[in-house]
C-alpha cells in the first residue's frame, strides 16, 4: 500500500474514534437560586445581553450547536466552557463573596472596555452574541456601579 494512504486510513480510524469520546454537557435542568440576578441589580438590557453573549459560557445552562458532537470540536468548546466558568459563572453569581464579586465585576468591566468578549472564535458562528459599542458600554457602566456598590458594603462592613 502507498504510504500517503496508510497514513489517510489511520487518520481516519483516529477522528472515527474519537467519535466515541463525547465530553459531558454543561446543562443542567435545575433552577438557578444563585444566578446573579438573584442577589444584583441587573437591569434588563444587561441582563439580555449577558444572556446572549455570555451564558453559553458562563453558566450552567450552555446551548449547544449540532456541531459540539463532532469531536474534537465539542473538546475544545468543553475546554472554553471549562475555563470561563471556573474565572466567572453568572449561574453561581449569588455564591461569591464579597470581595470575589467585587473582583468579577472589575474584570467584567475591563473585558467590555477591551471589547475582548465574548471570545473572537465564538462571534463567527453565533451573531447573537455580537455587541453593539453601546451595548459594551451598558455593560461596563453597570458593572462599574456593582463594584463600586459592592466595595462600599464591604468598607462599611469594615467600619471604616
Ligand atoms: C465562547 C465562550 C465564551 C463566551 C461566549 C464568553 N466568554 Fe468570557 N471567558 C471565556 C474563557 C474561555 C475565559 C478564560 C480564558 C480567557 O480569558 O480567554 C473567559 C474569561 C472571562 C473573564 C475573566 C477574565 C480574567 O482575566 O479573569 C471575564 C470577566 C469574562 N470572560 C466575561 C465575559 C462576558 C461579560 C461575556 C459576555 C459579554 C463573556 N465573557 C462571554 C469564554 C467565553
Known sequence: ?????????????????????????????AEAPNDIAAKYDVPMGVLMNLYDGCYNCHSNYTKYPWYYNIQPVGWWMAHHINDAKRLVNFSEFAIYTPQQAAKKFKEIKREMDE????LKSYLLMHKEARLTSEQYKNVSDWAQKMETQVQESIDSAKGS
Not at 483516529?14 to 465530553?23: D, L, T
Open 1 to 29: 500500500m502507498k504510504s500517503w494512504l496508510k497514513i489517510t486510513i489511520i487518520i481516519i480510524i483516529i477522528i472515527g474514534v474519537m467519535q466515541f469520546f463525547r465530553p459531558q454537557k454543561n446543562f443542567t435542568t
Open 115 to 118: 471589547k475582548g468578549m465574548p
